[in-house]
């Protein structure tokens, strides 16, 4: 690709009427990106925009579109304002973070230049930071993820706000079905808390499958959704005066490798925790604390919270992105099997995601799992393993008797038609299969070993303190040593993306190592 003249993409000025935000760009040649040059973020009444300065606006524009760069490297991005130096080198580490990672999925497409901003004269006014009150947001969508984040910050002491983006993306129905819209009703009257829903055309607005066509495994969306969801819940917070703000991050998204003195991490680098750190930097001059606080549980974990703790949620809970009309979840996918064992493992019921257990069991070989060997990207294949791992304990705390017993409850025609009978012995033959490779716990035991509570001092004050007394009431910590190799690893990315920033400006952000 370096024998191309570089693409310019130029930013024109974020325009705010009313309660819309519009953010556009032009190409000097078609990138194939998008399908348009424009999007817009719409806020409601609720949250006024008269006060958020234009220096977060610009914040929240390239949060938004830099991502998609990646794919049209080498590329020229023109602003027509100028970012402080110190701002514009996190975002060229961040760039460099991603880069490394997506090159490495696939070596022969990388090319041998990267992005270069070209700025223009006029300065950016700095605003005062907002004050460092005790309240706090998180970002929603119905998932285990965000409900156990609304779970977790009420039994904090909080009220959170809660911040829904709707930005639909065909054929997809996951941002405007019935089972989501009940999920944003209801956690507002059974939690007494305040749900803000900003809406945008952002994710309708790219071609999803230009990674694909390029030759990386990625969809558009994979790269670019959290960005959107961080970008509305940046700017209602600050409009609000809602320092501490949260966006759910799983520690198997803090798998990294070094391969050739290179850091990798996860494919889903778009929300991982140096992702979050670096994003947490930029946020903190204007008082924004932003972070995880799920950054030390494995996905289990979560799940386990969601069923077993904060269980008056479990049926609000929409985790399948392949979520229709007629059913809140496939029962096919890894994602739907692997939280449906995990709640059965707990006594809970699959059916609060939409689970079919029948189905499952019948059709579990019809989406099977990809080897070690299909995923070449070390992070993924440790991420994957501990995917594994989870799964085969929580299959192992099913008995046969709390398997038969839950389809009386949930399925009792299936035991008249057989198709629940069938399903039993299927079940069988995979608790088998896992015994046979396996050493699992007993029945009722965590399909997790225990919480990273390593990753706790992501978390500032007092914060991290109150989360810790939670986690160690639920779970068991993990032995330190286990994690502490990735831990360090993350730790020394998270300072080196970080530190451009002046000590004035990053300080805060620094102290929760990109947490709050």
């Known amino acids: 690709m370096s024998h191309f003249q570089p693409i310019e993409i130029t930013l024109h000025a974020p325009r705010v009427t009313g309660q819309r935000a519009t953010f556009s760009w032009t190409e000097s040649r078609p990138s194939g990106l998008s399908h348009k040059q424009d999007f817009f973020l719409e806020f409601p009444e609720s ?40 701002e514009a080198e996190v975002w060229r580490r961040l760039l460099h973070s991603h880069a490394a990672t997506l090159d490495a999925m696939n070596p022969d497409l990388a090319p041998s230049s990267g992005i270069e901003f070209v700025m223009g004269d006029e300065e950016l006014g700095r605003c005062p930071p907002i004050p460092a009150v005790d309240r706090s947001a998180t970002a929603f ?18 009220r959170p706000l809660l911040v829904t983006t709707t930005s639909p993306l065909p054929p997809l129905l996951d941002h405007h079905s019935s089972h989501r819209r009940r999920a944003m009703a209801e956690v507002q009257r059974r939690r007494g808390v305040e749900l803000v829903e900003v809406t945008s055309d952002f994710r309708a607005t790219w071609n999803n499958l230009a990674p694909r066509d390029k030759g990386y495994p990625l969809s558009l969306n994979e790269l670019t959704d959290t960005f959107l969801y961080t970008a509305a819940l940046a700017v209602a917070c600050h409009a609000r005066g ?14 990294n490798s070094f391969e050739n003195g290179v850091y990798l991490q996860h494919s889903h680098f778009m929300y991982s925790t140096l992702t979050q750190a670096g994003v947490a930097a930029l946020l903190g001059p204007f008082g924004l604390r932003y972070g995880s606080l799920t950054a030390a549980l494995q996905s289990s974990q979560v799940q386990e919270l969601v069923t077993s703790r904060y269980s008056d949620l479990s049926d609000l809970q929409c985790s399948c992105w392949r979520i229709t009309e007629a059913r809140k979840a496939c029962s096919e996918c ?23 257990v029948v189905w499952m069991l019948n059709h579990y070989d019809r989406h099977g799992s990809r080897s070690d060997r299909e995923r070449p990207h070390p992070p993924n294949r440790l991420a994957a393993a501990g995917f594994k791992a989870q799964v085969a ?43 046979r490779t396996q ?42 040593e286990q994690h502490a190799v990735p831990l360090q690893h993350l730790l020394t990315a998270i300072a ?18 990109g947490s709050a």
């Open 141 to 158: 969508s119905g998932g285990k993820d965000s409900l156990a984040q609304v779970g977790l910050l009420c039994e904090m002491g909080y």
């Open 334 to 356: 890894s994602e739907c099997k692997r939280l449906a064992w995990v709640s059965l493992s707990l006594g809970g019921s699959p059916a609060d995601q939409g689970v079919d």
């Open 496 to 513: 080196w993306v970080t530190e451009p920033l002046p000590e004035s400006a990053g300080s805060a952000s620094r102290e929760a190592g």
């Open 242 to 255: 809602v320092p501490n703000l949260f966006l759910a991050s799983e520690n198997e998204l803090t798998a």
């Open 439 to 480: 050493r699992g716990p007993q029945q009722g035991a965590s399909p997790c070993v225990g919480y990273r509570a390593g990753y706790l001092q992501l978390l500032a004050m007092p914060i991290r303190e109150r989360l810790r007394a939670i986690l160690a009431d639920q779970f068991e910590p993990e032995p330190e």
């Open 47 to 86: 949250v006024p925009l008269e006060g958020v300065p234009d220096s977060l606006w610009w914040t929240v524009f390239v949060l938004c579109v830099h991502a998609p760069w990646l794919l049209v490297r080498p590329c020229r991005i023109q602003l027509p304002v100028c970012l402080g130096a110190g």
């Open 393 to 435: 304990r929580a299959i192992l705390g099913v008995s046969p008797a709390r398997l038969i017993a839950y389809l009386l409850r949930e399925h009792p025609w299936s035991l008249v038609d057989g198709s629940g009978w069938l399903a039993a012995w299927k079940f069988l033959g995979i608790r088998a299969a896992v015994r």
